[in-house]
C-alpha cells in the first residue's frame, strides 16, 4: 500500500492538472456552453482534490473534519457538471430539461448536506491515510445517486457515440474511455469511508485527464486548435502516457514481488528517467516507423480512400448550396487540420467569398474579380496551385510549358496568394466552367502539403462540383415550385373570391336568409372540429378548407331561380317546389367544369340527401352521401329553422335542437347529430356575423 506522502502528492497534482487544464479549456472560447461546462467540472474535482490533500494535513481535528466536508460538498457538484457536459457535447440549442434542473437542486441539496454530519459524521484513521471520513446517515443514499447520475451522463455519450461518424465518433470515444476509467478511480475511493481497507486508485484521475487532452489535441475535442511546430506537443502528450504506464507498471511490481515495504524515491527517479528516454528517442523513433509502415502498406492512401468516401457519401446528402459549402470546409479543415479553409464561388464576373472557417478567417465581404491573375491561372491551367511551387519557379526563374506566364505575373499571383493566407488553391470545375476554388491555409503541424494531400483536394473539389452543381439545381427546382405554388395559391383564392362573390349576391337577393350562408359555414367547421380523427377526414387532403368552400358555395345553383320564386312571402306551390329542388344540380352544373372544384360540386349537389334515402336529387342514404354534405345537411338545417321566413316565425334555438335530435337516424347521420350537440353544448354554435372571407383566410 502505498505512503500517506504518496497519497498526499497525487492529490495535489490531480487538483492542479485538473484546475490547469479546466482554465485553458475555458479560455479558449468562454462562450461556448461545452467549454463552460467543462471548466466547472474541472473546477470541482480541483476542489475536491486539494480539499481530500489539506485534510491529511490539517494541524487539528476540526480543520479536517471541515476540510473533509467541503471536499464531499465539491464532489457531490462533480457529478452533475459531468451531466451538464455531456449534454453540452450534443452541439444542440437546449441542453436540458426539467428533469435537469432537479439533478441542478438534488446536487445543490447534497452540497448542504455534505457541511454537516449527515453526510460525513466525522474523521477516522483509515491506512494509508492519517485521516479519512466517516459515514453519516444520507452517505448510502449520496453515492447512489453520484454514481446513478454519472451512469446516465455515460449513457448520454453512448447514445450520441451511435449515431456519429468520422471525427465526431473518435472524439466521443475518448471522452467515454475517460469517463469510464474517472467513474471507476472515484469509485475506488468509496470503500474506505465505510472502513473497508481498499488502496484507492485516485491515479485513474489522471489518465482521465490525459485521455481528454489527447481527445482535444488529436480530435479537436470543444473545437480546441493548438499550434504546436515539430509535434513537440505530441512527443509530451505521448512521453506522459507512455510514462504513467511504466509508473504503474513498476509501482504494481514492486509491491507483487517485493512488498509495499521495497517502495522508495529510486523508484520515482526511475520512472521519470524512462519519461525523458521516452520524450527523447521512443516518440520520434514511432513517428519514423509509422511513416515508413504507411508508405510500405499503404495505409495512408487507404485512409484517403476512405476519407474520399465518406465525402462523397455526406455531400450527395446535402441539397442546400450554404449547407454543402460549409460541410466541405468543415470536412477538409478537421482532416487536414490547417489555419483556415475558405470557399470562394462563382458570382457573376467574379468570385465571392461563401464559407470562412478557422483561425484565420478572411472576411466575408472579400471578393476577386475574374480578371485577377491568379484566378485567370486557375480558369486555365484547371490544376491545384501551391505556394511553394510558386516560389520554386521564382526561384529559377522558369516559366509555364508553353512560356504563356512571364516572370511579373508569378510575382502577382504570389502577392495574391499571400493575401488570401493561400499555401494552397484548388479550382473546381464542372464541364469548362470553374466554379469556385478552395483556399487553405499552411497545416498547424508545419509539415507541408503533400503529393498524397493535394491528390485527395483535387478530386474532392470535383466531387464537390458534382454536389454543388445538384445542390444549385435543386435549389433552382425548389424556387420554381414555390413559384407555380404561390401562382397556384393566388389563382385559387381569385376564384374563391368570385365565387364567393357570386354566392353572396344570391344571398342578398332574399332579404330574409341574408347571412345564412356564412351563419351555416361557421355551424359546419364547429361540427367538423367535434368530429376529431374522422377517417374520411384523415383521407382527404385539405378537408376544413374544402368543407369551407362546399358550405359557402351549398347554395350558389339558387341564382338560376326566378325571384318570384326566390323572395315569394309564402308557401311554394308543387310547381315552384319543384323548380326550387333544381338548385342542387344547377350548383354542381356550375362548379363541375373548373379544375379542382369536383369535390365541391359533389357535395353541392348531395346537400338536400337524407340519411334514409328519401332526398333529392339522387337518393342517396346513409355512407353513400359525402361527409362533408351530412355535416352541411345539419347546419344548413339548423340555420333555416332557427331564421325568420314570410311564411313561419323562427323556432327558438332549443327548439331547433330537439327538432335535429328527432330526426336523427331518418333525416341526419347520427354522429353529426351527436357532433352537432357536442359543439352546440361547448357554445360554439352561436348566431354572430361572420365574414365569408375570414372563413377562407
Not at 457538471?81 to 449534454?87: C, E, G, N
Not at 468516401?309 to 450554404?322: F, I, L, P, Q, W
Not at 341574408?514 to 378537408?543: K, N, Q, W
Amino acid at each position: 500500500m502505498f505512503s500517506p506522502s504518496y497519497h498526499f502528492w497525487s492529490l495535489v497534482g490531480m487538483g492542479v492538472t485538473s484546475f490547469g487544464l479546466g482554465l485553458f479549456v475555458y479560455l479558449k472560447n468562454p462562450r461556448a456552453q461545452a467549454n463552460r461546462t467543462w471548466f466547472y467540472l474541472s473546477g470541482a474535482t480541483s476542489a475536491w482534490a486539494f480539499g481530500t490533500a489539506l485534510m491529511q494535513q490539517a494541524a487539528s481535528s476540526g480543520w479536517a473534519l471541515g476540510l473533509a466536508r467541503f471536499a464531499h460538498a465539491a464532489f457531490g457538484l462533480i457529478a452533475v457538471f459531468f451531466l451538464h457536459f455531456a449534454l453540452a457535447l450534443r452541439e444542440e440549442d437546449s441542453v436540458g430539461g426539467e428533469w435537469v434542473r432537479w439533478a441542478d437542486r438534488t446536487a445543490g441539496l447534497f452540497a448542504l448536506l455534505a457541511l454537516t454530519p449527515l453526510l460525513v459524521r466525522g474523521l477516522q484513521e483509515q491506512p494509508p491515510f492519517r485521516c479519512y471520513p466517516v459515514a453519516g446517515p444520507f452517505y448510502g443514499l449520496f453515492i447512489l445517486w453520484f454514481f446513478g447520475l454519472f451512469l446516465i451522463s455515460l449513457g448520454i455519450l453512448l447514445r450520441q457515440y451511435q449515431g456519429q461518424i468520422g471525427f465526431r465518433r473518435n472524439q466521443l470515444r475518448y471522452v467515454i474511455l475517460a469517463s469510464v476509467v474517472g467513474l471507476l478511480s472515484f469509485l475506488s475511493m468509496i470503500p474506505l469511508v465505510f472502513r473497508i481497507p481498499v488502496s484507492p486508485a485516485e491515479q485513474g484521475v489522471f489518465v482521465f485527464y490525459a485521455l481528454m487532452a489527447y481527445a482535444m489535441v488529436r480530435w479537436r475535442l470543444m473545437d480546441i486548435s493548438i499550434v504546436v511546430k515539430n509535434t513537440l506537443l505530441y512527443a509530451s502528450l505521448y512521453s506522459i502516457l507512455v510514462g504513467l504506464f511504466v509508473v504503474v507498471v513498476v509501482f504494481v511490481g514492486q509491491v507483487l514481488f517485493y512488498g509495499s515495504q521495497a517502495l522508495d524515491r529510486r523508484v520515482l527517479w526511475m520512472c521519470l528517467l524512462a519519461l525523458s528516454i521516452v520524450t527523447a528517442v521512443v516518440r520520434p523513433l514511432d513517428t519514423w516507423l509509422r511513416g515508413l509502415t504507411d508508405r510500405l502498406l499503404f495505409q495512408r492512401k487507404y485512409q484517403w480512400q476512405k476519407t474520399l468516401k465518406e465525402a462523397s457519401r455526406g455531400m450527395t446528402r446535402v441539397t442546400s448550396v450554404d449547407k454543402l459549402l460549409k460541410l466541405m470546409a468543415h470536412f477538409i479543415g478537421m482532416r487536414l487540420r490547417v489555419t483556415h479553409v475558405a470557399i470562394l464561388q462563382r458570382s457573376g464576373d467574379h468570385y465571392a467569398l461563401r464559407v470562412s472557417r478557422g483561425r484565420d478567417k478572411r472576411p466575408m465581404d472579400l471578393t476577386v474579380g475574374r480578371d485577377n491573375p491568379l484566378v485567370a491561372w486557375l480558369e486555365e491551367k484547371k490544376e491545384v496551385l501551391t505556394q511553394d511551387e510558386v516560389r520554386a519557379w521564382l526561384r529559377s526563374e522558369k516559366l509555364f510549358p508553353h512560356r504563356t506566364v512571364i516572370r511579373r505575373t508569378l510575382e502577382e499571383i504570389l502577392g495574391e496568394m499571400n493575401s488570401l493566407g493561400a499555401q494552397v488553391l484548388v479550382p473546381s470545375f464542372s464541364k469548362t466552367q470553374m466554379l469556385g476554388f478552395l483556399v487553405l491555409g499552411e497545416k498547424l503541424s508545419g509539415d507541408p502539403f503533400s503529393q498524397e494531400d493535394l491528390d485527395v483536394l483535387a478530386t474532392l473539389a470535383n466531387e464537390g462540383a458534382i454536389a454543388l452543381e445538384n445542390a444549385q439545381l435543386y435549389q433552382q427546382l425548389f424556387l420554381r415550385m414555390s413559384e407555380i405554388e404561390g401562382l397556384y395559391q393566388r389563382e385559387h383564392r381569385l376564384f374563391i373570391h368570385t365565387a364567393i362573390a357570386l354566392a353572396a349576391a344570391v344571398d342578398a337577393r332574399d332579404p330574409y336568409t341574408h347571412g345564412h350562408t356564412e351563419r351555416s359555414t361557421a355551424y359546419a367547421v364547429a361540427i367538423a372540429d367535434e368530429l376529431g380523427p374522422h377517417p374520411e377526414i384523415l383521407a382527404m387532403p385539405r378537408f376544413k378548407e374544402m368543407l369551407t368552400i362546399s358550405a359557402l358555395l351549398h347554395d350558389i345553383g339558387k341564382i338560376g331561380i326566378p325571384d318570384e320564386i326566390l323572395r315569394k312571402p309564402a308557401k311554394l306551390t308543387a310547381r315552384e317546389a319543384k323548380k326550387m329542388a333544381e338548385h342542387p344540380v344547377v350548383g354542381a352544373i356550375i362548379l363541375q367544369p373548373i379544375k379542382g372544384m369536383e369535390v365541391v360540386a359533389r357535395m353541392i349537389k348531395a346537400h338536400h340527401e337524407r340519411y334514409d334515402g328519401k332526398g333529392y336529387p339522387d337518393g342517396l342514404r346513409g355512407a353513400e352521401i359525402p361527409l362533408m354534405t351530412r355535416i352541411i345537411s345539419v347546419a344548413d338545417t339548423f340555420d333555416s329553422m332557427t331564421t325568420d321566413r314570410p311564411y313561419r316565425k323562427r323556432l327558438s334555438d332549443a327548439a331547433a335542437v330537439r327538432e335535429i335530435e328527432a330526426c336523427s337516424g331518418s333525416q341526419f347521420d347520427p354522429s353529426m347529430v351527436e357532433a352537432f350537440l357536442r359543439a352546440y353544448r361547448k357554445g360554439f354554435i352561436v348566431k354572430k356575423p361572420v365574414e365569408a372571407v375570414e372563413m377562407i383566410g
